[in-house]
T-cell receptor, first 118, second 116 residues
Framework: AQKVTQAQTEISVVEKEDVTLDCVYE???????LFWYKQPPSGELVFLIR??????QNEISGRYSWNFQKSTSSFNFTITASQVVDSAVYFC???????????????FGGGTRVLVKP | DAGVTQSPTHLIKTRGQQVTLRCSPK?????VSWYQQALGQGPQFIFQ???????QRGNFPDRFSGHQFPNYSSELNVNALLLGDSALYLC???????????????FGQGTRLTVV
């Protein structure tokens, strides 16, 4: 069975501070994918990033960066120089191999609410 | 290009009633998944439809059923509603990239169901 844990329920920062969101996962699949989604008050889940289990290279995309460590089953996400518009609930999610025959069911963590104050 | 659209946006039902929620996937997507998100929690996978058949199912009772139409749109039906069914119901669509791997899932804004 797959499991995703986001230990932080809420983080509050002042604008321009960096925010790091923690995510720990469990899976028996050898090939899997990890995601971060953002959920603003409107309710729609917005895709941010995707990483597969074979690529541990950490990257930066604009103000977003992520740190994937297979050895500790962690997939942390950082927002640099936070802005008020970043206020939302952030979800870490896990899927299996995502091959056509198997589908792409997502297992989500409980979410971390980020509040960025001006 | 329209994204994933869901209807209605809000719904209030009485215990014991039945409800139908609708979803139109993003253009070009052929796979539709449904998730239930209780207040303050992460989304929970209900089931996924592909080629008009239920392909995967989460840990939900048979009161939850669905359908996918030839145009890839989908419905979620819930019978004998319970107070605990109150939640945001999210639809997600995706499609295989090439012959093998799926794209990431794109979500609609959801239907907020309240059971009283």
């Amino acid at each position: 069975a797959q499991k995703v844990t986001q230990a932080q329920t809420e983080i509050s920062v002042v604008e321009k501070e960096d925010v790091t969101l923690d995510c720990v996962y469990e899976t028996r699949d050898t090939t899997y994918y990890l995601f971060w989604y953002k959920q603003p008050p409107s309710g729609e889940l917005v895709f941010l990033i995707r990483r597969n289990s074979f690529d541990e290279q950490n990257e930066i995309s604009g103000r977003y960066s992520w740190n994937f460590q297979k050895s500790t089953s962690s997939f942390n996400f950082t927002i640099t120089a936070s802005q008020v518009v970043d206020s939302a609930v952030y979800f870490c999610a896990l899927s299996g191999p995502m091959i056509k025959a198997a589908g792409n069911k997502l297992t989500f963590g409980g979410g971390t609410r980020v509040l960025v104050k001006p | 290009d329209a994204g994933v659209t869901q209807s209605p946006t809000h719904l209030i039902k009485t215990r014991g009633q039945q409800v139908t929620l609708r979803c139109s996937p993003k253009s070009g997507h052929d796979t539709v998944s449904w998730y239930q998100q209780a207040l303050g929690q992460g989304p929970q996978f209900i089931f996924q439809y592909y080629e008009e058949e239920e392909r995967q199912r989460g840990n939900f009772p048979d009161r939850f059923s669905g359908h996918q139409f030839p145009n890839y749109s989908s419905e979620l039906n819930v019978n004998a509603l319970l107070l605990g069914d109150s939640a945001l119901y999210l639809c997600a669509s995706s499609s295989p990239q090439g012959a093998l791997l799926y794209t990431e899932a794109f979500f609609g804004q959801g239907t907020r169901l309240t059971v009283v």
